[in-house]
């Protein structure tokens, strides 16, 4: 049967020299084993659920849940999910709304709703994991609801020459971007009639 420390008011388990781990390491630094308070790290829980409550601040302006917890260089939090980092936004849907479809991905709402949102790496919604935020989405779909490259494009509705992105005079190539027909026309003839010159 295992015994508790003997630190009286500490419930942890005796581990050396009828201490707890804490309070032997202590014990060791300072030659006292000190009060049975020990400055304790969250508590760890195997529920998912639990653990990302206990890793989450929450903003009231945005209502944003964001991870106190470990995040990559790019701002993406992560959390350990069956002994495997996952992307704690992804884990989070799923602990709280179920399965993520095959081949989706999921889009930060707060990010996709704030005009002001800085771009990149210190985008602070990357840190959200607020189920209400998240939305399983196509890798397209998620790339024209953002700020980018892509997304800006895609919210022209006139070429560079400025003719109109109608659906007549517009032809969507194979790779999804667009191209003006007209001007596609207009450069067909000055090569035709160049070459006629030749």
Request: charged share 25%; proline share 6%.
């Amino acid at each position: 049967m295992t015994q508790a420390c003997s630190v009286e008011g500490c419930e942890q388990h005796k581990r050396t020299r009828g201490f707890c781990t804490g309070h032997y390491q202590r014990w060791r630094a300072t030659g006292d084993a000190g009060l049975a308070e020990l400055r304790k790290t969250k508590p760890r829980t195997h529920n998912l659920v639990d653990r990302i409550a206990a890793n989450i601040e929450i903003d009231s302006e945005s209502g944003c849940w964001l991870w106190t917890g470990t995040k990559l260089p790019n701002g993406y939090a992560v959390v350990s999910v069956t002994r495997n980092q996952a992307y704690a936004h992804r884990a989070s849907y799923e602990a709280h709304r179920g399965p993520i479809p095959p081949g989706f991905e999921i889009d930060h709402l707060c990010h996709t709703n704030d005009p002001n949102c800085r771009e990149g790496d210190d985008c602070p919604h990357r840190s959200c994991v607020n189920p209400e935020h998240l939305e399983p989405v196509t890798r397209r779909e998620n790339a024209l609801r953002g700020h980018g490259f892509i997304a800006e494009n895609a919210r022209k509705t006139h070429c560079p020459k400025g003719h109109e992105y109608s659906v007549e005079n517009t032809y969507v190539q194979p790779s999804g971007s667009r191209r003006c027909r007209r001007c596609n026309n207009e450069a067909s003839a000055r090569y035709q009639k160049k070459r006629n010159r030749l």
